[in-house]
């Protein structure tokens, strides 16, 4: 079992930064595929980025290239995204997820299904 707790949400406005953590508890996190994935109201849940077990492996989405960056620090159980030149179309819940798997097969649309542990989700608005 792998449980996650996101932190680093909140509101900024346009333009400006966050870092978002995911701290995961339980011993195997060190072999687990982990990912970031978003919600926005009336919207489904989407991929940002996701991470393989080791970090050599990353993937982002279109709107995520260039802006956000996913990492991980296994020695502390530790998942970020650093989000640059945020917008608006960025608010949204983000959520933290561990998967069984150390390298995901799965990008884009239907990603979620390759995961098994998710996080409570933090809120990220991003307005002027």
């Known amino acids: 079992q792998v449980q996650l707790v996101e932190s680093g949400g909140g509101q900024v406005q346009p333009g400006e930064s966050l870092r978002l953590s995911c701290a995961a508890s339980?011993?195997?996190?060190?072999?687990?595929?982990a990912g970031w994935f978003r919600q926005a109201p009336g919207k489904e849940r989407e991929e940002v980025a996701i991470?393989?077990?080791?970090?050599?492996?990353?993937n982002y989405s279109a709107f995520a290239k260039d802006r956000f960056t996913i990492s991980r620090d296994n020695s502390k159980s530790m998942v970020y995204l650093q989000m640059n030149g945020l917008k608006p179309e960025d608010t949204a819940v983000y959520y933290c997820?561990?998967?069984?798997?150390?390298?995901?097969?799965?990008?884009?649309?239907?990603?979620?299904?390759?995961?098994?542990?998710w996080g409570q989700g933090t809120q990220v608005i991003v307005s002027s």
């Open positions: 339980g011993s195997t996190f060190s072999r687990n595929a």
């Open positions: 991470i393989s077990a080791s970090g050599s492996i990353t």
């Open positions: 997820a561990a998967s069984f798997l150390m390298v995901p097969t799965m990008y884009g649309p239907g990603s979620e299904n390759e995961y098994d542990f």
